[in-house]
């Protein structure tokens, strides 16, 4: 597998405080990608970085292999985020919504429709399309929250905690939508505290702590590793290189 | 220029759709020229009455007013938390900004026109063929005042602040332009204080429109309106921090 995403020496400080150091990263095309660290770890700031949300103090970003700042808008029309806050217009349909999302990345007419039907029914809300997000349950708001990033059909789909609330039903509907996403091509980057979910789906990952990466590797070699030394489980593995101590998230 | 274009239209509709900006600009401009024409009706001749006065000066200080509308535009994907998906989206921040403001002016215009036809009709207000030119000048203005809005809205990130900012020298500009009572002075200084206010400037020209047939005037404020608006733009656009675009505090919003 070739690399589609290339982070190199990225770093981030707030004030005196560095919450990002050096951090090199390299993610492949096809795979998906568990993402992991406790709060404040700087998940959130290297993701932000990376989606040109927050402005980086060094390091460089590569997207098939050219630098995201000199192809910004090639590199944005093939990136997909789904954020961890519910990103949508409560007021307008659920079919409105993903409709003007996708609009943004230059689709009209039929193109446009084609692909907001297929989104949503990809997330099982296309018999719900008229209505208003307002009237939805937290697991289908979510759906739609991934409806909006999928519609334009991104090569990288970056999921910040996709599942945060929601019943086991649609936790599960998402996580096969997920699945399936990466089949047909989709390359994934998923962010999230739960280790299940991680077991269940990714395979390679990643755990951040302190700013910098303290664990890359595919998940059976990870586990594996750790097995050796008597950690059985991805939370014991999690818990073992990041510590037992409480994090209170700053903001 | 396309992604402009998908901007502006969901913008339209969303100002279009939003009931308080049409409400405060249509029927409170209207209710208060009422209540102030009422209230006054004795303290004006018969040819130029209270309602005459008050339909000319209400307007342009409900339109100053939208300021603060077009501040909260500025800040509504933060508030509804839509702000992210606009910044990793394939548009720039140029687009974001010019959408906002000319949806703003579009409606807020549109709103003029038909205060200006109600109070034409019912007030019997003698404007003829100086209509579209009192709306030339009420655009403007509403350019203009929007724009700055729009550049206090997208640099602050608490609502309340703004609004509480921008409430107080609104008051003093419409005091000082006569917005609530005619107020003139033989005072150099105080003469000078009064056309501080743009208001003043805006008043004025359309009674010397109107009654003087002085047109050059009128032109020559929405001239000035149109270049302190497009300054604002141009600030608003260097300005626009992303940090505030997602962020913004407004109590009682959340999902």
């Given at each position: ?251 | ?193 009064l056309k501080l206010s743009p208001l003043t400037w805006i008043n004025q020209s359309m ?49």
């Amino acid at each position: 597998m070739s690399a589609l995403l290339e982070v190199k020496d990225l770093s981030k400080s707030f004030s005196d405080k560095k919450v990002v150091e050096k951090l090199t990263l390299t993610v492949l095309e096809g795979e998906i990608l568990g993402f992991l660290g406790p709060n404040g770890a700087g998940k959130s700031t290297t993701v932000k970085m990376i989606i040109d949300v927050e402005q980086r103090d060094d390091g460089e970003i590569y997207f098939n292999g050219e630098k995201t700042e000199d192809k910004m808008k090639v590199f944005k029309k093939a990136l997909g985020v789904v954020p961890q806050d519910i990103s949508i217009y409560d007021d307008l349909s659920a079919y409105d919504n993903v409709r003007f999302f996708c609009s943004l990345y230059g689709y009209k007419g039929q193109e446009l429709k084609n692909r907001v039907k297929e989104a949503l029914e990809f997330v099982g809300l296309w018999d719900r399309r008229k209505e208003i997000p307002s009237k939805f349950s937290g697991g289908m708001k979510r759906r739609l929250n991934i409806a909006c990033s999928i519609a334009h059909s991104p090569k990288l789909l970056i999921m910040d905690e996709p599942t945060v609330g929601i019943d086991p039903q649609s936790r599960n509907h998402i996580l096969e939508t997920i699945k399936t996403l990466n089949k047909r091509g989709t390359t994934i980057v998923y962010v999230s505290h739960y280790m299940e979910e991680i077991d269940a789906i990714c395979n390679r990952i990643v755990i951040m702590d302190h700013g910098i990466i303290v664990e890359d590797m595919e998940k059976e070699r990870l586990k594996e590793k750790y097995r050796q030394q008597g950690f059985t489980s991805l939370e014991e593995i999690f818990l073992h290189l990041t510590g037992t101590d409480l994090r209170d998230q700053e903001a | 220029m396309r992604e402009l274009g998908v901007l502006l239209s969901y913008d339209m509709k969303r100002r279009y759709k939003d009931g308080f900006l049409i409400g405060y600009n249509i029927i409170f401009p209207i209710l208060l020229t009422l209540l102030l024409g009422y209230l006054l009706a004795g303290s004006y001749g018969k040819e130029f009455t209270s309602y005459h006065y008050y339909s000319l000066v209400i307007l342009p200080f409900c339109i100053a007013m939208a300021m603060i509308t077009a501040a909260y535009v500025g800040k509504e994907e933060a508030y509804k938390k839509t702000a992210m998906r606009f910044l990793y989206a394939p548009i720039f921040k140029t687009q974001i900004v010019l959408s906002k403001l000319l949806s703003c002016t579009v409606i807020i215009s549109v709103c003029n026109i038909i205060v200006l036809l109600f109070v034409k009709l019912v007030f019997q207000l003698p404007i003829y063929g100086e209509f579209w030119a009192i709306i030339f000048l009420l655009t403007a203005e509403a350019y203009c005042f929007c724009a700055i809005g729009m550049f206090i809205g997208l640099g602050m990130k608490n609502f309340i602040v703004i609004k509480n900012i921008i409430n107080l020298p609104l008051c003093a500009a419409a005091i000082l332009g006569g917005a609530f009572y005619p107020i003139g002075t033989m005072n150099d200084k105080l003469e000078l204080l009064l056309k501080l206010s743009p208001l003043t400037w805006i008043n004025q020209s359309m009674f010397r429109y109107l009654y003087d047939g002085d047109r050059d005037y009128l032109y020559k404020i929405s001239l000035i309106l149109i270049l302190i608006g497009t300054g604002f733009t141009l600030l608003a656009i260097v300005r626009f921090r992303k940090e505030e675009f997602i962020h913004g505090d407004l109590p009682g919003y959340e999902k």
